[in-house]
């Protein structure tokens, strides 16, 4: 029996499982024997033993709580690929650990004390929006908040140097192209990300996602650039952070278990991120999105990606406009605006 890197959807098994496969002999490129996903590079299930026996040590038995794979799933979104259904994860869990019976039983974490993060984060946008903007008396665990984000780096290749940026034009004239990166900081006003004064650039993975976050009407005609960013930028990955940190390259299992408790910090910030805003209330919801992306930049990113709320691709944050360049532009007619309700 083998096992892939699919099985698993963990970035550092994503890097680890291929560069262990060549151990095994030419036969290591072959269809997994549990996700069933073809041509993959795959290990024998006993190799990963000392990884995962460290992850599950964070969880204690317990008859009331879920199973071991359940908890994997909902904290670490291990084994979400939906070939990975409950039984093939517990057969997979249980060849990894040599060790049938574990599989079957229940468990709750050791450590269910949850992190105060999430109540500060809380507690300080309520300030910053109603209370005190710049000199908020709530703080938050800043050099634990950089240690988080080292665990967020976007990794070069997933989307590429090509982004898109729209803009509705006033005419039938197509808007020239030095005209479709940030605006100048004289005129720059507030945005999700930047204070006004402060021109950050908004682009989209595709020019679908990018027109969709103007929120345009019916009719209006889109000139859509193309920019192409400079390579290895140092960016922040807000969109998903179960599935981009990995637990398993951590020492201990108190790491891990402050790990777990501090990964719902980070989707809020995700969430804080994507979140759709009124425009008539948009000059202060703004506001703990800014001091977020401020604080991202100052501990060394260029940028940070986040998801959109409007579309099916991916957004990007970048502060420092300059590293960007427009490559072309062409020109959409929207042709309908479609609305939907709860």
């Known amino acids: 029996m ?22 095994f002999g030419p036969d290591h490129f072959r269809t997994c ?8 590079f795959c290990v024998p299930p006993s190799v990963l033993q000392s990884y995962f026996e460290q992850l599950i040590a964070v969880y204690k038995e317990e008859p009331s709580g879920d199973f071991l794979v359940e908890w994997l799933k909902k ?5 979400v690929n939906p070939s990975m259904d409950l039984a093939r994860a517990k057969s997979l869990l249980a060849d990894i650990l040599d060790d049938g019976e574990i599989v079957r039983k ?29 000199f908020p008396k709530t703080e938050i665990n800043k050099t634990r908040l950089r240690e988080l984000f080292d665990f967020l780096i976007f990794r070069d290749g997933q989307i590429g140097r090509t982004w898109f940026r729209a803009r509705v034009q006033e005419g039938p004239e197509l808007i020239h192209s030095d005209k479709m990166l940030a605006p ?22 595709n020019a679908l996602t990018a027109i969709a976050e103007i929120r345009p009407h019916t009719g209006d005609q889109i000139t859509v650039a193309e920019v192409l960013v400079e390579d290895r930028l140092h960016l922040a990955d ?4 179960k599935i981009t940190v990995s637990p398993i390259p951590l020492q201990d299992e108190t ?17 804080e991120l994507k979140r759709p805003v009124s425009k008539r209330a948009s000059a202060y919801e703004y506001v703990p999105s800014q001091y977020l992306c401020e604080l991202i930049k100052d501990f060394g990113f260029d940028g940070v990606v986040y998801s959109s709320s409007v579309g099916d691709g991916v957004n990007l944050a970048l502060f420092y406009p300059e590293k960007a360049t427009v490559q072309c532009v062409f020109q959409h007619t929207v042709l309908r605006v479609i609305v939907e309700l709860e």
């Open 255 to 271: 790491q891990i278990a402050m790990l777990r408790t501090d990964i719902n910090f980070l989707e809020k910030l995700g969430d």
């Open 106 to 134: 229940r468990f709750v974490p050791t450590n269910d004390s949850e992190s105060d993060a999430l109540v500060k984060w809380n507690d300080l946008r309520s300030e910053l929006k109603h209370s005190n903007r710049y």
């Open 2 to 23: 083998f096992c892939c890197e699919k099985c698993f959807s963990d970035p550092f098994l994503s890097d680890d499982i291929p560069a262990m496969s060549e151990l």
């Open 184 to 205: 100048p900081k004289e005129i720059v006003s507030h945005g999700r990300a930047n204070p006004a004064g402060i021109p950050y650039l908004y682009i989209a993975s």
């Open 33 to 40: 024997s549990y996700c069933n996903s073809e041509q993959q």
């Open 238 to 241: 807000l969109r998903h952070p």
């Open 75 to 79: 904290d670490w979104a291990m084994f």
